[in-house]
Nanobody, 125 residues
Framework: QVQLRESGGGLVQAGGSLRLSCVASGRTFSNYAMGWFRQAPGQEREFVAAIHWSGGSISYADSVKGRFTISRDDVKDAVYLQLNSLKPEDTAIYYC??????????????????WGQGTQVTVSS
């Protein structure tokens, strides 16, 4: 089992920035790919960004490319998501996830086995 806990969400104006953190406990963190997903009210959970266990492969959703940056620290068992140039449409609950997807399925929700409880990001216009 892997336990994940997100933090760093909040209310920010459009154009602002936030940094989300996800700390893992349980099984060896470095064995897993880590992903960030988000879910807005009435919407399906969607992929935001993911980083392979080795850190050598990173993937972003087109909607966040150039604005969001994912990184991981295997010493601290943590993964981060830097959110810049935020837009109102980025408003959602952001979830951290751990799993073992292939490089070409890093954006697939069902490829992730463990999920955090989520952190709310609200961007005002």
């Amino acid at each position: 089992q892997v336990q994940l806990r997100e933090s760093g969400g909040g209310l920010v104006q459009a154009g602002g920035s936030l940094r989300l953190s996800c700390v893992a406990s349980g099984r060896t963190f470095s064995n897993y790919a880590m992903g960030w997903f988000r879910q807005a009210p009435g919407q399906e959970r969607e992929f935001v960004a993911a980083i392979h266990w080795s850190g050598g492969s990173i993937s972003y959703a087109d909607s966040v490319k150039g604005r969001f940056t994912i990184s991981r620290d295997d010493v601290k068992d943590a993964v981060y998501l830097q959110l810049n140039s935020l837009k109102p449409e980025d408003t959602a609950i952001y979830y951290c996830a751990a799993g073992s997807p292939r490089w070409d399925t890093m954006g697939t929700v069902r490829e992730y086995d463990y999920w955090g409880q989520g952190t709310q990001v609200t961007v005002s216009s």
